[in-house]
């Protein structure tokens, strides 16, 4: 099975800035674009700075047409929420020929979630909007 991996090297510091998404989701495109001929192409964790359902329409669901017509799987790394509302994931999804989910169940504290949440309001500004993550089930669907 031909593989590819691509990475867009986005800075930490403005990844999840508004102003930076069409950027990012334009530069992720490119480089698949570039591997078309691959069966699978893997996108980081988080490459995409937005919720899944934010996206679906304008973007992951061209992606996904797109994919399908040159027969390759792309796995890429969004945060979603869950129909409930009140659930964030940070997720892989697989989009192409089978489409699916899958949540992180093993959070990093400081980088998933606070841990403590007194701490919150004394380091907000090192959060990101995503910040009570909820560690994903084996068979929970989104």
């Known amino acids: 099975m031909k593989t590819t991996i691509v990475q867009g090297n986005v800075p930490q510091d403005v990844k999840w800035s508004p102003e930076q998404l069409v950027s990012t989701l334009t530069l992720y495109q490119q480089l ?27 973007y992951i669901d061209p992606l996904i047409n ?3 017509q ?10 979603v929420e869950d129909k409930n509302g009140q659930d964030y994931y940070n997720s892989m999804m697989v989009a192409g020929q089978d489409e699916g989910f899958y949540h992180k169940r093993h959070l990093v504290p400081f980088g998933d979630y606070v841990p403590f949440a007194w701490l919150r309001g004394l380091i907000a500004f ?14 929970k669907a989104c």
Not at 126 to 139: D, H, M, T, V, Y
């Open 32 to 58: 698949t674009e570039q591997h078309w001929d691959s069966q699978l192409v893997v996108w980081p964790e988080n490459a995409v700075p937005a919720f899944y359902h934010q996206l679906k329409d304008f």
């Open 126 to 139: 090192l959060i990101c909007r995503c910040q009570a993550l909820c560690r994903g089930q084996s068979s």
């Open 66 to 68: 797109e994919a399908q």
């Open 70 to 79: 040159h027969n390759t799987d792309i796995l890429l790394g969004l945060p």
